[in-house]
């Protein structure tokens, strides 16, 4: 998408039979210019008048840790990419390996994986990063009992240092998803100093490789990073630092950019697609992205331990009226975890949920519920959550499932839903996706998986059919075997998946060099301001 002409500003505000009134389109501007003190500058480069290279990014959710293994939101990509590198990168279209802090890697036979690591990197306190210290960060990850990614190394059976900048991995079995694995939160490498230094943890103290070093951290306000100078990696953008301000509400993200108190916002909604196409001061940057919109279920408690209530639910949702009424239709309907260009996709899986009210109903009353059910749901505050549980709501009710929300912030209650607490039937979240699609049903769906809040065990043969996913590297023996996992997945209605995002950032004509990418969790690497 092009920056628009500065004689479009006098033209009719509609863009693709989206219209945007000139009263709203007034409405989002006078916001802006009102939002004054909004992105207040907070950190010492604007204390001091400011610094040519900070990008001020307006951000959808706090953090929920910026330790790699203990976070537990996938809104917390966005912080950790710049504190570190992962051991495999992956290409922004593909989502294809590609060389990371290990400039190569090879099978040396099917359970054995070699990790050969690029020399000269260090971490923020200037400790070298060499094969102990992945070593270190591996066994962490995979053993620690706080980390909330030892699902991701599962297949790992001991990690070696075979060379100073050499690591041998021998696995349990066959797992060709492995290299892809590492280039998600199991191959951010935290330093070993600062490990220790804080007790195993680095939640609020990271110390990464990546091009920025932390600087401070305002819960529920801004993150804040700094240019790491010695840094030798790829890619690095040219800028001085990067500074998140929290703000949850798309709406107020975009008026932001629209007063140049933010020069970059993401994760906006589809309603605001049109104003940010139209208005010739931003620049824009849409895309599919494989980030669905999903209610998690908590398969431990009544009702929703009966297969037959969580199929009912699934017939319930009407998806397509679900993306027009809250992502303007900016979206795809969504009948497994997976969209319809992913190479994995299963057209039979597909059609398993078609919008029912009808059967809904008689699935409950086969379960025992003739008057329908009541749920305790849990979602997000914000204004676009707020719209989709409405919705939801309202379409439940036709099928005789009632219930309301309770709502928080994306990290408190993900907290309280997935973690110790485990409090809610339903939680309306989203899954915003791995590289590799084995890496996303092994974290929802195996018994101690932290996202299958409930821990309940997932169907005969699933465990089974993830495993032979993984091993092998053909396309379609891989295809097939995932195709088994998604049936199962869907079959027993182990998850409603909702709709899936298009990645939507609006930025102003200051940014240079920003991409988006198939995951719709922004990069910044290569990216410059202009002036």
């Known amino acids: 998408m092009k920056k628009k002409q500065q ?39 604007a204390r001091s008048g400011g610094k040519a290279g900070l990008l001020r990014v307006g951000a959808n959710a706090n953090p929920s840790s910026l330790d790699p293994a203990t976070g537990g939101s996938g809104s917390d990509h966005v912080f950790l990419y710049p504190l570190y590198d992962t051991l495999v990168a992956w290409d922004f279209e593909s989502l294809k390996a590609q060389p990371g802090l290990a400039e190569r890697w090879e099978f040396t036979d099917p359970t054995t994986l070699v990790l050969t690591l690029k020399q000269g990197m260090r971490f923020h306190d200037g400790s070298a990063l060499n094969a102990e210290a992945v070593k270190t960060n591996l066994d962490r990850n995979r053993g620690a009992e706080f980390s909330n990614i ?172 679900f993306i027009r009424a809250t992502m303007a239709g900016a979206g795809e309907p969504a009948y497994m975890n997976l969209p319809e260009s992913h190479w994995a996709f299963d057209k039979q899986t597909a059609g398993l949920y078609p919008h029912d009210p009808e059967k809904a109903k008689a699935l409950l009353a086969e379960a025992g519920y003739p008057d329908g059910i009541e749920l305790d749901l849990r979602g997000y505050n914000d204004q676009s959550s707020v719209q989709m549980q409405e919705v939801l709501l309202a379409q439940f009710a036709k099928a005789g499932i009632r219930g309301r929300f309770r709502t928080g912030t994306i990290a408190d209650m993900s907290a309280a839903y997935f973690g110790q607490e485990k409090t809610g039937d339903m939680l309306l979240s989203a899954w915003t996706g791995r590289p590799d699609p084995s890496l996303s049903y092994s974290l929802m769906y195996t018994e101690d998986a932290y996202f299958n809040a409930g821990s309940v065990a997932p169907p005969e043969g699933f465990n089974e059919a993830l495993l032979a996913s993984r091993s092998s590297d053909d396309i379609e023996q891989r295809k097939a075997a995932l195709a088994k996992v998604q049936r199962l997945v869907m079959e027993n209605a182990l998850v409603a998946p909702l709709a899936f995002r298009q990645s939507i950032v609006a930025s102003t004509d200051k940014v240079r060099g920003y991409r988006n990418n198939l995951l719709g969790k922004p990069k910044f690497n290569g990216v410059s301001l202009k002036g």
């Open 150 to 321: 030892r699902a991701d190394l599962a297949s790992v059976d001991s990690v070696a240092v075979t060379g100073e900048h050499e690591v041998t991995l021998t696995l349990k079995n066959p797992d060709t998803a492995l290299p892809l694995i590492l280039s998600d939160r199991a191959g951010m490498m935290v330093s070993p100093a600062a490990l220790e230094k804080h007790g195993g943890r680095v939640d609020r103290n990271p110390v990464g490789t990546g091009f920025m070093r932390f600087g401070n951290w305002a819960d529920g306000s801004e993150v804040a990073m700094s240019r790491f100078d010695d840094y030798h990696g790829d890619q690095r953008p040219d800028l001085g630092g990067i500074e998140f301000k929290v703000i949850t509400d798309s709406a107020t993200r975009l008026r932001a950019v629209m007063s140049g108190q933010a020069d970059l916002a993401y994760h906006l909604d589809g309603r605001q697609k049109p104003l940010v196409e139209k208005m010739p001061t931003l620049s824009g940057s849409v895309s599919s992205t494989i980030y669905v919109y999903q209610l998690y279920m908590n398969m431990s408690r009544k009702p929703m331990d009966d297969v037959r209530v969580r199929q009912a639910i699934n017939h319930a949702i009407d998806r397509d009226a």
């Open 7 to 45: 004689s479009d500003h006098q033209q009719d505000l509609t863009v693709d039979g989206h219209g945007v009134s000139r009263r709203a389109f007034m409405g989002y501007l006078s916001g802006a210019l009102a939002a004054g003190t909004l992105l207040g500058p907070t950190n010492a480069w």
